[in-house]
């Protein structure tokens, strides 16, 4: 069975003169992890306080499953949410989960299994004040999975994790889309998520700049691939002849723009050059988001 | 509804703020009980009083007694009202606001369930306060020979009203905190209010004609009144409402704090 959508219409949030949200339209659907994302102030942690009623929008509408989250029977049991930092320093992480277990319909037991779930079981007991960042991160997950919801709504989840821990995060989220749950993930750094998500909301300025799958936002990084081959002066012609285009970083690596690591490969193969190396550049897709996220393209 | 005063009971229990408060509460209350029962009773030994005894400085044995254990609620009402207060501003100020209203979006309902889950809390806050209280005042008036007057059931009846001013104090705390969600505004007007500026509003009320009668109506003045004496009154600053108009006074300085408390809350955003 598929988890309830999320959609957002025309959504519109202004704290007196600023403009938080602008007209914002978009839906993240089940069976899929959606990345949220856009430079601070952008009004991602907005949308998202207004998705579950702890902002009420100016206009516009922000549904699960059609219905306002104020609307739902028991919404902890449908929608699990967390914020940045909502713990009492004094609390232990069992006691956190335990004051809201009963508004979630669950017993106590439920509390020791999530925390497992997240790999704080030997943390149970201790104090939050003590806890890292990624231990606030695993315990705020936890919370948001206490009620068994079919959403889950994640302000900057992945912020402050090592690569252990956004690696962790990445197969949890995924394996929870793939049991057909809605995820909507929002973070300022897309190298952050990219692997985590399926689908990107791009945001900047309160308005949307782009809402497409991730694999099209690849495509449409302008690939880049660097080359390497021990024979300098065949990379050279091979160059010359094929992708006039290239710019040499040394006599035995250079780099193609507006191509693709296949394309390349393909061709080098065809003309019996010996590469070395042969990879997509990595911040393609971080300029992309660079470029739809700045200043010029809100004009 | 059950569901949300039980997280509001845990929120409550599963910090040290309670514990510390209510021990802080306990030692307070046998301070100034000390203190006071100390010098009334002594006062002609420490040469502070120009005749001899107790009755000389306008008390019967009785009403000496009274106002020995209205102490308790007079010293000690703003412990169970910081907590009340606390209940509320610690969910702003650690930001677990968040999660409190993800699980209860109805915010009536969690003002609602705050108000009822503090009783208890206020209710052993009035039970610590009123037995310290008691046991140090009577101690003291025994000791200097005055009667105690505790096997009269009527002496009960007016104890036991101390701990329901209690209970009420961390109830009108709730509606503070909800009206002014800000932890360190809140407890700093109850500390001024409770340990300055009311104490000087019921002695100058005393002095002026026309407002004789209002120091009656100041909330603290309305709580001490439950008990039916009062250190301040005693002090010649006018005269306590009945122990039940009391009760209904305090109560409703409670519900017009809830009230705006309530408008507060249920309009504005959390972000
Ligand atoms: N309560 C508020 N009062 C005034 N301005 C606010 C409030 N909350 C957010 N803002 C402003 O709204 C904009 C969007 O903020 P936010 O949604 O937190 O962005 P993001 O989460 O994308 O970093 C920012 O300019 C922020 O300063
Ligand atoms: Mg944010």
Redesign the pocket.
């Known amino acids: 069975m598929d988890a309830p959508a999320i959609e957002i219409r025309s959504l519109t949030k202004t704290?007196?003169s600023?403009h938080?949200?602008n007209d914002l339209s978009f839906t993240a659907g089940p069976g899929r992890v959606t990345g949220f994302l856009?430079?601070?102030?952008?009004?991602?942690?907005?949308?998202l306080?207004a998705l579950v009623g702890l902002v009420t929008a100016t206009s516009g509408e922000a549904l699960i499953g059609g219905r306002p989250y104020g609307a739902l029977e028991h919404p902890a049991q449908v929608v699990g949410a967390h914020f940045e930092g909502a713990f009492h320093p004094g609390r232990s992480a069992r006691d956190h989960l335990r004051v809201y277990a009963s508004q979630a319909k669950v017993d106590t037991g439920r509390c020791d299994e999530v925390l497992a779930m997240v790999g704080l079981t030997e943390a149970a007991g201790r104090r939050v004040r003590g806890f890292s960042m990624g231990m606030r991160q695993r315990l705020g997950l936890a919370t948001a999975l206490l009620g068994d919801p079919q959403v889950l709504v994640l302000?900057?989840s992945a912020n402050g994790l090592d690569p252990a821990g956004v690696q962790w995060l990445r197969s949890f989220l995924k394996a929870f889309a793939a049991r057909g749950g809605t995820v909507l993930l929002?973070s300022?750094l897309l190298s952050e998520v990219e692997l985590t998500v399926d689908d990107v909301v791009i945001?900047a300025g309160?308005r949307l700049r782009r809402a497409c799958a991730i694999t099209d936002l690849r495509e449409e990084a302008s690939a880049q691939v660097r080359i390497a081959s021990p024979d300098g002066d065949k990379l050279t012609a091979f160059l010359r002849d094929r992708f006039p285009a290239a710019q040499a970083l040394s006599a035995t690596a250079a780099t193609v723009p507006g191509v693709t690591a296949a394309q390349v490969g393909a061709a080098a193969f065809a003309d019996g050059l010996e590469l070395h190396e042969l990879a997509e550049s990595a911040d393609s897709l971080e300029t992309v988001f660079l470029r739809l996220t700045s200043q010029e393209a809100a004009a | 509804m059950i569901a949300a005063i039980t997280a509001e009971v845990r929120k409550l229990s599963t910090t040290r703020l309670w514990w510390v408060l209510g021990a802080s509460l306990a030692v307070a209350v046998a301070f100034m009980v000390a203190v006071i029962v100390f010098s009334f009773t002594f006062a002609d030994e420490l040469g502070m009083s120009g005749s001899s005894d107790v009755e000389a400085s306008g008390f019967d044995p009785r009403t000496l007694a009274t106002m020995v254990y209205s102490l308790p609620v007079s010293f000690g009402y703003v412990f169970p009202a910081i907590l009340g207060a606390i209940a509320i501003t610690g969910e702003y100020r650690h930001r677990t606001i968040d999660t409190t209203l993800l699980m209860e979006p109805r915010r009536s309902r969690l003002i609602a369930a705050k108000l009822i889950a503090i009783v208890p809390f206020g209710l052993a806050y009035g039970l610590v306060a009123m037995v310290t209280g008691v046991l140090v005042g009577a101690g003291g008036l025994a000791l200097a020979g005055e009667e105690t007057f505790l096997d009269d059931p009527s002496m009960w009846g007016s104890i036991a009203m101390g701990v329901v001013a209690l209970t009420v104090w961390a109830v009108v705390g709730v509606g503070l905190g909800a009206a002014l969600p800000n932890q360190v505004i809140v407890i700093v007007i109850l500390v001024g209010w409770t340990q300055l500026v009311e104490p000087i509003l019921r002695l100058a009320f005393g002095f002026i004609e026309p407002l004789q009668g209002a120091s009656a109506y100041l909330p603290g003045a309305a709580g001490d009144a439950m008990v039916g004496a009062s250190f301040y009154s005693a002090m010649d600053s006018g005269d306590l409402l009945a122990p039940w108009a009391g009760f209904a006074v305090l109560l409703t300085y409670g519900l017009i704090a809830s009230a705006v408390g309530w408008v507060r809350m249920t309009r504005r955003?959390v972000?």
């Open positions: 704290f007196g600023v938080a949200v856009g430079p601070n102030g952008a009004g991602k942690s907005t949308t306080r302000d900057e929002s300022h945001v309160g | 955003d972000s």
